[in-house]
Structures are given as structure tokens and as C-alpha cells.
């Protein structure tokens, strides 16, 4: 590992970044033309977690900022002997990127209601479950004109919803969340984090906006799918 990339400690987080690279194809070991970035936090790793990492080849090394300048599609973090910190630095994050924490059995806990983390892989596991999670994480990422959940649909070139075959009548900024939510699935966001993630963090109206927004947005799912939004109590909402 150490010949392919090394660890730099960020003055901000105390976690390291290295971005590395996967294979698109189907084994971690084939090789392909075609990469996905992933960032890499693992300043402490392991024997058993280099092992694991040695599927994913390090490309280069990055300091966490909050413009977070790596061209990547997903965060894979260790969260080693600092749990607390590490899911605080994930939290704080500005990374847009859809986050695959690895813990140990006994830190399984803190995970239920994580800020911002993505998929979790509790330790032992093999490298092949880590592939195919990251795997499934970048291909969730992709930067396609058109999202698909389930039934649902969003056309990001005509800001059309539907479900199946039924438009949803959306204003504006119900039509951002849904796809914000979309795009960064089975993820807890706080209602800060929207606020500034949908509107901006010059947007005046506080939390209860995004709980009256999420409130009409259940409603125009309908029934059935209103509880694809989940309300994380204390703490914000999981869409997925």
C-alpha cells in the first residue's frame, strides 16, 4: 500500500485522505480503462484493513478542506480507534459524496444514526463485500440526466417528475429536495445540513422549512411511498 500512495494528517479533520481507484469492472483484480475515483480515509489502518485496501489502488494524497478538491464519487472512511471524531469529520463534511464507513463490531452502535454516512461494513469481512459496497455506492453516484428510485423518475434537462406514469405537479424547490434526497440516498441529513445543501446558506427561514417542505413532498408521493422519506428523530431526515 505504501508504495502506491502515501498518508498525509489533515490540519483540520486529524483524518487522512488518499483517493484511490476502482476497477468498474467485476472483480476487484481485472483489470479496466475506465476508473471511479474513491477517497480513502485510513491514517491508522490495520493489518487486516490494508489487506482489504489493497483492492483499491492509491492514486494520490489529499487533505480534507471544505471544498474537498478530490474528483471522487464516493468516501470510504476507517473509522479505527476514534470513532466519535471521524463520524464528527464526516458530519462536517462538504463533500457531496455518497460515504461507506468501516467499523468494528463494538462501534456498530454510533452508526444508527450517523450524520452523512452512506452504507457502513462492520469488520471481519472480505475484500469482495467491500468492493461490491463501493461498488454500489459509485454506481448510485453517477451523473446521469435522468434518476431513477424505484418507480420513481426525475429528468434533471426538463425538471419532470413521475411516478410510474403519473407526473408529480412539484414547485420549485420541492423538485430540488427530491432529487438532492435521490441523489444521496439512505443518508441522515439534518435539517441544517438541507437548508444549506437545497437552499443555500443564505436562504432565511430556518428548519421548519425543510419540515414543511418534506411534509408536502410525502404528500405528492402519495400513501405508499411517503415513507421513503424518514424522519431521523433529533436529528433529520433519511431518504430510502
Known amino acids: 500500500m ?3 500512495g ?3 494528517i489533515s490540519a483540520r479533520s486529524g483524518i487522512a485522505i488518499s483517493t484511490t481507484s476502482l476497477d468498474s469492472s467485476s472483480k476487484p483484480t481485472s483489470p479496466s480503462s475506465e476508473r471511479t475515483q474513491v477517497a ?3 491514517p491508522d489502518a490495520s493489518e487486516e484493513l490494508l489487506a482489504l485496501f489493497e483492492q483499491l489502488s492509491a492514486l494520490a494524497v489529499h487533505d480534507l478542506s471544505l471544498d474537498f478538491p478530490v474528483e471522487a464519487s464516493a468516501l470510504v472512511v476507517d473509522l479505527g480507534d476514534e470513532p466519535r471524531r ?3 469529520a464526516i458530519e462536517s463534511s462538504e463533500a457531496l459524496l455518497p460515504v461507506l464507513v468501516i467499523a468494528a463490531k463494538e462501534h456498530a452502535p454510533l452508526l444508527t444514526t450517523a450524520v452523512g454516512v452512506s452504507d457502513f461494513l462492520i469488520l471481519p469481512a472480505s475484500a469482495e463485500e467491500l ?3 463501493v461498488r454500489r455506492l459509485t454506481h448510485a453516484a453517477g451523473n446521469d440526466e435522468v434518476h431513477h428510485f424505484k418507480d420513481l423518475e426525475l429528468n434533471l434537462l426538463t425538471y419532470q417528475a413521475t411516478l410510474g406514469t403519473t407526473p408529480l405537479d412539484l414547485t420549485y424547490m420541492e423538485y430540488e429536495l427530491l432529487r438532492f434526497f435521490v441523489e444521496h440516498p439512505h443518508r441522515v441529513w439534518s ?3 438541507l437548508l444549506s445543501k437545497v437552499w ?3 436562504y432565511y427561514g430556518g428548519a421548519r422549512t425543510v419540515d414543511v417542505h418534506v411534509r408536502r413532498l410525502r404528500a405528492k408521493l402519495g400513501e405508499h411511498r411517503a415513507s421513503w422519506i424518514t424522519t431521523v428523530r433529533s436529528v433529520g431526515y433519511r431518504f430510502g
Open 6 to 8: 502515501s498518508y498525509e
Open 2 to 4: 505504501s508504495s502506491r
Open 131 to 133: 468492493y461490491l459496497r
Open 191 to 193: 435539517r441544517e445540513q
Open 200 to 202: 443555500g446558506y443564505e
Open 86 to 88: 471521524r463520524l464528527r
Open 40 to 42: 480513502l480515509f485510513a
